[in-house]
């Protein structure tokens, strides 16, 4: 079982930066691949990024590719989403989620073991 718990969310104004951390617990977090999705007030949920368990390969959405940066610190068991450059549109409720494989087509169809609560980012225009 893991649990993840996400910070960093808040207000910042378009074109500003937000770090986004989620912190895993249990000391299996190596093994897990990690990710974030995110979800906009009427929208459908949306696969952002995700990382592999040893941190070596990524996937992103195109759209947010090269404005947001996955990483993650094994040390601490934490995953990273730098945001840069955010726009109005990007204002979502973020959702940290951990799976068991690392699989690309999982990420993308929305499919993970284990999913935070999520934190609210609100980039005001």
């Known amino acids: 079982q893991v649990q993840l718990v996400e910070f960093g969310g808040g207000l910042v104004q378009a074109g500003g930066s937000l770090r986004l951390s989620c912190a895993a617990s249990?000391?299996?977090?190596?093994?897990?691949?990690m990710g974030w999705f995110r979800q906009a007030p009427g929208k459908a949920r949306e696969f952002v990024a995700a990382?592999?368990?040893?941190?070596?390969?990524?996937v992103y959405t195109d759209s947010m590719r090269g404005r947001f940066t996955i990483s993650r610190a094994g040390a601490v068991n934490t995953v990273y989403l730098q945001m840069n450059s955010l726009k109005p549109e990007d204002t979502a409720v973020y959702y940290c989620?951990?799976?068991?494989?690392?699989?690309?087509?999982?990420?993308?169809?929305?499919?993970?073991?284990?999913w935070g609560k999520g934190t609210l980012v609100t980039v005001s225009s």
């Open positions: 990382i592999s368990p040893n941190g070596a390969n990524t």
């Open positions: 249990g000391r299996t977090f190596g093994t897990y691949s």
């Open positions: 989620a951990a799976d068991t494989l690392w699989d690309g087509s999982r990420w993308f169809r929305g499919i993970a073991d284990y």
